[in-house]
């Protein structure tokens, strides 16, 4: 079936450097959402992209869907500790009407 | 502000036990979902309900019903718990007919089978 892969699996870095996790599907999707978990909490809505080619800015938090709707990326800018957490790519197929999640990235950040 | 909330953030239950998982949204979301979350395995969707009374499978229902009796409140059923549905499970819910709007979690429940 579609899959979603994310990579890398883990990152840890220390503060002030930056970060990039990286979203590949096998197939065209509808658009891509990206979502943050704080250790112990749930899921948390970032962003979507629908557009081929769209960048997105959030403050320091960069987001990016590939020109063929295939592959997307969140790049952090000088992390902070506030930034640790795990995240989530999700991607829509619109033909088959599901959202295909990733497996995550978890980031840790030492002082 | 918008809210999902689950029933109980902790759950031991023993083999063979029938379990419910509630949760409620206040939101007025035509869509609630099901998820478990175990280490490496990212999220895995149970069941959704995109109506009152209407539920579709997710990727691993085996095991599971759900209940969809009011439009807030989804529950999550394991007939007979087992050990390996020992996880974390999370709902959601989401706005309107389309189905890649933000989804909302609730705090998740964290359910342990002995």
């Known amino acids: 079936g579609q899959q979603v892969m994310q990579i890398p699996q883990y990152q840890h870095v220390q503060e002030g450097e930056d970060f990039t996790t990286y979203c590949n599907s096998s197939?065209?999707?509808?658009?891509i959402q990206w979502y943050k978990q704080r250790p112990g909490g749930h899921p948390v809505f970032l962003i979507q992209?629908?557009?081929s080619g769209e960048v997105k800015k959030q403050k320091r938090l960069t987001f990016q869907f590939g020109e063929a709707k295939k592959n997307s990326s969140l790049h952090i800018t000088a992390t902070q500790t506030t930034d640790v957490g795990t995240y989530f790519c999700?991607?829509?197929?619109?033909?088959?009407?599901?959202?295909?999640w990733g497996l995550g990235t978890s980031l840790a950040v030492n002082p | 502000d918008v809210k999902v909330t689950q029933s109980s953030r902790y759950l031991v239950k023993r083999t063979g036990e029938k379990v419910f998982l509630e949760c409620v949204q206040d939101?007025?979301?035509?869509?609630m979902f099901w998820y478990r979350q175990d280490p490496g395995l990212g999220l895995r969707l149970i069941y959704f309900?995109?109506?009152?009374?209407?539920?579709e499978k997710g990727d691993i229902p085996e095991g599971y019903s759900v209940s969809r009796e009011k439009k807030e409140r989804f529950s999550l059923i394991l007939e007979s718990a087992s050990t390996n549905q020992t996880s974390m499970y999370l709902c959601?819910?989401?706005?309107?007919?389309?189905?890649?709007?933000?989804?909302?979690f609730g705090p998740g429940t964290r359910l342990t089978v002995l």
């Open positions: 939101m007025d979301h035509e869509n």
């Open positions: 992209l629908v557009k």
């Open positions: 959601a819910s989401l706005s309107g007919r389309f189905r890649f709007n933000e989804q909302f």
């Open positions: 309900s995109y109506d009152v009374k209407m539920k």
């Open positions: 197939t065209t999707l509808s658009n």
């Open positions: 999700a991607g829509y197929d619109g033909n088959n009407r599901k959202l295909i």
